[in-house]
C-alpha cells in the first residue's frame, strides 16, 4: 500500500486554532486542517498526469544496459540473471521498494526500456517507512552504496559493459551527493574546470513540503517555481540533455503532482490533547521563528528562513557564487535562477514524523536527538524498514551503535558521523529543554 492518496482540496480553511483540543476528534480536525494551506494553485488534470509520470511512464530509450545488472548473478556463482531475477535482487539485496502495480515485478523508480534498465525519480525519491512505502520522502531504503560496490568489483572481473558509476557518490545509507553527481557529469558536457564536484551527502526534502514554501533544495538556493533542475539527476542516470529537455511538459506535471501531494498522517498511536496543547504552545515560542507556524488561522506562515545552525557546512559552503552562475548560465537555470545562500533553509515540518533520519545529511535518526544532542549516536545502523524498526516513541528509526563500521554486520549499511559531509553537529536549541518538554513538542510534530 502506498500513502499516495487522494489530492487534497488546496483552499486554506479557517481555523480557531491558539485554545486547547477538547478531545481526540477535536485533536484530529485540526490536523486534517493544518495540512491545507498552500502558496500555489497546481491543476488536477496536471497533478495526475505528474503522478502517472512520477510512477514510470518515461519517455526515450536513455538509461543503463540490462546486461550488466544481469551479469551481477556472476558475482556468486548465480550465473547471468534473467530480468526477474535482476528486479528480485535489486529489492532483496539493494532495498529497492516492492511495486505490487508493476506485472513483471520491477521495483519503484525502475523501468525496462528495450534492453536497457531506467532509473526514475522514484528510485531516490521514495522509502518504507514503518512498513510502508512513502512517496515523496527520502531515499533510505536504497543501498546505493553495495549497488556501486559491487559493480565496481564486475567492472575488474574484466569484459562487462558496467553500467552506471557511483564512485564518492554514497556516504551512508539515504544520503548521496546528488549535486556532486551532477556537476561532474555536467563538466564532462560544458567543460569548467573551478566547479566544485564534492557537496558532501543530501537527501531530499519532502515533495510535499513545497507548496508551503518559496525556496527550494537544502541551502534555499533555489525556487520553488523551477522545474528543470529537477531532472538534472537524469544526466547521472544516462539520459542526455536533449532527452531531459524533451521531458519539460512531464515535469511541468510533476511539479503539479508534488503542489498537490497529500502529507502523510501519523496513524501509529493515538495523540494526547493536552500534551499536544503545551507542545504546540511551546513550538510557538521556540522553532516557529524559523520552522514557521502551522496552526493558528490566518497566522500560519512559512518564512523560508535560511540560517547557519552549526550543522555539517559542506553541502551549503560549496554552492559559491561559480556553482550557481554555472546552472543560471545553463537551460537548467534558465526557468527559475539560482542563487547562493550561507546556511539551509530551516525545513517544512509537515509529515516530518515520515523523514528519519534528520539533517539534510540524515545524520540523526530520531526526534529525540534532534531534541537532545547528547542522544546523538556517532557510529550507527537502522535496524531495518519494518514497523518494528520504527520507533514510535522517539519518533524516527531504531537503530544499533558501534565503535567501528567494521564491527557491524553490513559496513555498507552503517551511518559514521565522523566522516566530513556526515556530521550529526549543530541545531542545539533543544538541548536547553526538559525530558517533559521534549516529549510535548514530538507530541505536536508528529500531528504536522
Ligand atoms: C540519484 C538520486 C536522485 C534522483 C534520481 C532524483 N533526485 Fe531529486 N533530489 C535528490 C537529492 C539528494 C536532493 C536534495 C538535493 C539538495 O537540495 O541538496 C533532491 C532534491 C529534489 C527536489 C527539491 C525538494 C525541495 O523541496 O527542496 C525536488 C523537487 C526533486 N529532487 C525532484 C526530483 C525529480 C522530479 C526527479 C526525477 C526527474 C528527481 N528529483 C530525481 C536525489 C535525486
Ligand atoms: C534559528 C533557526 C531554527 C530554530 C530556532 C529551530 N530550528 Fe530546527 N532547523 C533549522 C535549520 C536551519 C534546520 C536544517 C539543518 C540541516 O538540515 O542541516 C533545522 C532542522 C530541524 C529538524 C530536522 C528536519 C528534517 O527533516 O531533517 C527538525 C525536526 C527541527 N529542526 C525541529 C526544530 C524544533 C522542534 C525547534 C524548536 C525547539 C527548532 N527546530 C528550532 C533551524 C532552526
Same mark, same amino acid.
Given at each position: ?43 488536477? +488534470? ?45 529489492? +532483496? ?31 531516490? @525519491? ?36 558496467? %553500467? ?52 527550494? $533544495? ?43 501531494? %497529500? ?29 514557521? @507556524? ?47 545562500? #550561507?546556511? $539551509? ?39 531495518? @524498514?519494518?514497523?518494528? +524498526?520504527?520507533?514510535? #516513541? @522517539?519518533?524516527?528509526?531504531? $537503530? ?49
Amino acid at each position: 500500500m502506498t500513502r499516495w492518496m487522494a489530492a487534497p482540496l488546496l483552499t486554506a480553511l479557517g481555523c480557531a486554532g491558539g485554545t486547547e483540543p477538547t478531545s481526540a476528534d477535536d485533536l484530529q480536525a485540526r490536523m486534517d486542517d493544518i495540512g491545507l494551506l498552500s502558496h500555489f494553485e497546481a491543476d488536477a +488534470d496536471s497533478a495526475a498526469a505528474g503522478e502517472a509520470w512520477l510512477w514510470g511512464e518515461t519517455t526515450g530509450t536513455w538509461g543503463f544496459p540490462m546486461a550488466g545488472f544481469q551479469a551481477l548473478g556472476l558475482l556468486d556463482g548465480a550465473g547471468v540473471l534473467s530480468v526477474v531475477d535482476v528486479y528480485d535482487r535489486l529489492k +532483496d539485496q539493494y532495498g529497492f521498494l516492492r511495486n505490487p502495480a508493476d506485472p513483471l515485478g520491477a521495483p519503484v523508480g525502475v523501468r525496462p526500456v528495450d534492453s536497457r534498465l531506467q532509473f526514475t525519480c522514484l528510485s531516490c @525519491h521514495a522509502d518504507r517507512v514503518a512498513g510502508e512505502v512513502v512517496i515523496g520522502g527520502s531515499s533510505g531504503s536504497v543501498d546505493w552504496e553495495a549497488l556501486g560496490t559491487d559493480l565496481a568489483v564486475l567492472a575488474n572481473i574484466g569484459n562487462i559493459e558496467v %553500467p552506471l558509476a557511483l564512485e564518492g557518490f554514497t556516504g551512508a545509507p539515504g544520503t548521496h551527493d546528488a549535486w556532486g553527481l551532477g556537476y561532474q557529469l555536467a563538466k564532462q558536457q560544458v567543460p569548467a574546470p573551478d566547479i566544485n564536484e564534492d557537496f558532501g551527502y543530501q537527501q531530499s526534502p519532502a515533495w510535499w513540503s513545497r507548496r508551503f514554501k518559496h525556496r527550494l $533544495y537544502l541551502d534555499g538556493s533555489g525556487s520553488t517555481a523551477s522545474k528543470r533542475t529537477m531532472a538534472a539527476m537524469y544526466l547521472g542516470y544516462g539520459a542526455s540533455l536533449e532527452q531531459i529537455q524533451a521531458m519539460e511538459p512531464d515535469l511541468d506535471d510533476a511539479w503539479a503532482a508534488m503542489i498537490r501531494m %497529500p502529507i502523510p498522517q501519523w496513524t501509529l498511536s493515538t495523540l494526547d490533547p493536552e500534551l499536544w496543547a503545551q507542545g504546540e504552545a511551546l513550538f510557538a515560542s521556540t522553532c516557529a521563528q524559523c520552522h514557521g @507556524h502551522y496552526s493558528g488561522g490566518a497566522d500560519r506562515t512559512f518564512p523560508d528562513r535560511v540560517v547557519d545552525v552549526g550543522t555539517d557546512p559542506i553541502r551549503h559552503e560549496q554552492m559559491r557564487a561559480e556553482e550557481v552562475d554555472f546552472i543560471n548560465a545553463s537551460w537548467f537555470g534558465e526557468d527559475a535562477p539560482f542563487e547562493p545562500t #550561507e546556511g $539551509y533553509l530551516a525545513p517544512v515540518l509537515h509529515g516530518v514524523w515520515a523523514t528519519a533520519p534528520y539533517f539534510h545529511n540524515g545524520s540523526v535518526p530520531t526526534l529525540w536527538a534532534v531534541l537532545d544532542s547528547s542522544t546523538r549516536p556517532e557510529v550507527w545502523a537502522r535496524t531495518g @524498514h519494518r514497523e518494528a +524498526d520504527y520507533d514510535v #516513541e @522517539h519518533v524516527g528509526l531504531r $537503530y544499533d551503535t558501534y565503535d567501528e563500521p567494521g564491527d557491524a554486520p553490513d559496513a555498507t549499511r552503517v551511518y559514521d558521523t565522523r566522516v566530513p559531509g556526515l556530521s550529526a553537529a549543530g541545531h542545539t536549541v533543544g538541548d536547553a529543554l526538559s525530558d517533559g518538554e521534549r516529549t510535548a513538542l514530538i507530541e505536536y510534530l508528529k500531528s504536522l
